[in-house]
Structure formats: structure tokens, C-alpha cells
């Protein structure tokens, strides 16, 4: 109950943006001559715990352009966060991600994206080298996304993302990518 009551709070503040900024989200109509559009991304993930090292973190998105917003799916892959304490121990979280999106063009080149969205995962630990057990979850994500235009249809991007209670740790991400638009 307490998820669905903090999933529907995210949801009005994400919501309320476009309600104080409708003349940018009005701009923002025809952002985009193309409809749907593909993201990929590399980069690095840190738990909030001490425990663990960074894991690389990697992404692919398919989306969406609708009138006021962005809708996408995609997939997070394999995340590996070693222990820095026990030898041969980790944690693996992988999983499927939606998202919504709008993106606040500064000018032709750069655009700014608020982004909100739910991360459906799976983590395994392993504690010295055996299986020792399973979780999977729905958490929520929010995150700035910095566009640079390099093309009609490409774009290059840097994501900052904050994933909260994955496997009982908030975990940052930053990553860098791009994004095609067809």
C-alpha cells in the first residue's frame, strides 16, 4: 500500500510539471518531426552503501514521442556490485524499466529532460562464491537527462538517475549514450 501511495505521489509531481510550465510544454508539441525513438547507454552505478563497489551500468530504451511527453521502455542490464568486505560475494540486479519524459529545449541544440519511472527487477546475491538467494521488486527512478543535438535524428545524451530502495540500497547512476529518432 505505502508503494502504491509513494508510485501516485511521484506520478501528480511529475504530472504538476507540465501544469507549471505549459507554454514550454505547448513549445515542446512539435519538438520532434519523428515519432518513436531509441536510446542506449553506458556508464557507472554506485549503491548507497560503502559495502559495495561501483558496477557498470548499461541500458537500452525504446520509446515514444506523444504530445506533451515521452513514454519508453527498456532494459537494465546485468549490474554487478562487488563486496568490498567478503571475498567472492556480490550482488547482480537486472530488469525492465518505463519511464515518462519531457524534454525543455534550451535552443536548437540542447534540451533538458526531468524523467520518472519504475525499475521492475531481479537481483541475485552471491556470498563466497555460492548461490545465496533471490529478490525481485518494482522500485521507482527519477533522474535529468542533458540532450546535445548532433544530427536531425541523433542525439548525444548524459543521464543522471537515482533508483530508490533496489534490493533494500538507493543506487546513482551516470551514464552517457544516444538517442536515434525514426
Known sequence: ???KQYIFGQLLVFLAIFQVFPAVAEANENKVEKKYFAEINLGSASPQSSNFDNADFRNIYLGRHL??????????DDMEFDSKLIPSSRITANGFSLGLENTFHINNTIGITPQ???????????????????EDDISIWYGLSLHLKLHHRVSA?????????????????????????F
Open 157 to 181: 545524451l548524459m543521464n543522471i538517475q537515482r533508483f530508490r530502495d533496489v534490493g533494500g540500497s538507493h543506487m546513482n547512476a551516470l551514464s552517457f549514450g544516444l538517442m536515434g529518432h
Open 67 to 76: 504530445k506533451h511527453f515521452d513514454i519508453k521502455l527498456g532494459y537494465i
Open 1 to 3: 500500500m505505502k508503494l
Open 116 to 134: 520518472l519511472g519504475a525499475f521492475i527487477w531481479e537481483a541475485d546475491a552471491t556470498f563466497l562464491g555460492v548461490q545465496a538467494g533471490k
